[in-house]
C-alpha cells in the first residue's frame, strides 16, 4: 500500500470501528448519545480554539499577563 492511500484507509477503519461500536452498544443508546454529544462539544472547542485569529489571541494573552495570570507565558516572549 502506498503513502497516499495510508490516510484514507486509516479514515475508513476507523468509521467502520467506530459504527461497530455504536451498532454492540445500541442497547444503551442514552449513554453512547451522551458520550458523542460530549466529543462533539469537545471537537467544536478544539476546532474554535485552532482558528481563532492571532490578534485575538494575542489581545487576550496580553491582558492574561497583565492581570498577574500566566506568568510563564511572559518568559517565552
Given at each position: 500500500?502506498?503513502?497516499?492511500?495510508?490516510?484514507?484507509?486509516a479514515e475508513?477503519?476507523?468509521f467502520?470501528?467506530?459504527?461497530?461500536?455504536?451498532?454492540?452498544a445500541?442497547?444503551?443508546?442514552?449513554?453512547?448519545?451522551?458520550?458523542?454529544?460530549?466529543?462533539?462539544?469537545?471537537?467544536?472547542?478544539?476546532?474554535?480554539?485552532?482558528?481563532?485569529?492571532?490578534a485575538?489571541?494575542?489581545?487576550?494573552?496580553a491582558?492574561?499577563?497583565?492581570?498577574?495570570?500566566?506568568?510563564?507565558?511572559n518568559?517565552?516572549?
Amino acid at each position: 500500500m502506498t503513502l497516499a492511500l495510508t490516510l484514507p484507509v486509516a479514515e475508513a477503519t476507523l468509521f467502520t470501528v467506530g459504527c461497530l461500536l455504536i451498532h454492540l452498544a445500541r442497547r444503551h443508546a442514552e449513554t453512547v448519545t451522551a458520550v458523542l454529544a460530549c466529543l462533539i462539544m469537545v471537537l467544536v472547542m478544539l476546532i474554535g480554539i485552532a482558528s481563532a485569529p492571532d490578534a485575538f489571541v494575542r489581545a487576550n494573552s496580553a491582558s492574561a499577563i497583565a492581570d498577574g495570570g500566566f506568568i510563564a507565558a511572559n518568559a517565552l516572549n
